[in-house]
C-alpha cells in the first residue's frame, strides 16, 4: 500500500514563496505518475502540475513560470516550489499518484490511485 505525506504549507503575503513536499512510503515514487491538485474553497479540485515515469513535467497555465515540480529519487520525495504567489493560489494542495508507464500524466483526479491528507497554502495580499 502506497502511502503519500504532504508537508511545507503555510501563510505568506503576495510575492512569497513556499515549497511543498511529498514523501512516498511503499514503493518507489520512479514507479507512478506524480501529481499536485489543489481545492480552493467552493470550488472543484484543479489538477496544477505533474511529473511522468518518463521525466516529462506538465503544469497548468496559471502557475507556469512560477512553480517548479521536482522528484528526489534517493528521498523518495515530490517537491513543488511556488514563487511568486498570488492570492488566487490560496487552497488546500494534495499530492497524488497513479501507477502509469506513459510519457505524460493524466489531469483528471479520478484517474489517481493514492492521495495525501492535504495541506494549507494561504497567500494575503
Known amino acids: 500500500q502506497v502511502q503519500l505525506v504532504e508537508s511545507g504549507g503555510g501563510s505568506v503575503q503576495a510575492g512569497g514563496s513556499l515549497r511543498l513536499s511529498c514523501a512516498v512510503y511503499g514503493n518507489s515514487i520512479s514507479s507512478y505518475c506524480m501529481a499536485w491538485f489543489r481545492e480552493a474553497a467552493g470550488k472543484q479540485r484543479e489538477w496544477v502540475s505533474s511529473i511522468s515515469t518518463f521525466a516529462t513535467t506538465a503544469y497548468v497555465d496559471s502557475v507556469k513560470g512560477r512553480f517548479t515540480l521536482s522528484e528526489d529519487g534517493a528521498r523518495n520525495t515530490l517537491f513543488l516550489q511556488m514563487n511568486s504567489l498570488k492570492p488566487e493560489d490560496t487552497a488546500v494542495y494534495y499530492c497524488?499518484?497513479?501507477?502509469?508507464?506513459?510519457?505524460?500524466?493524466?489531469?483528471?483526479?479520478?484517474?489517481?490511485?493514492?492521495w495525501g491528507q492535504g495541506t494549507q497554502v494561504t497567500v494575503s495580499s
Open positions: 497524488a499518484a497513479v501507477a502509469r508507464w506513459q510519457p505524460d500524466c493524466d489531469t483528471l483526479s479520478t484517474r489517481y490511485s493514492y
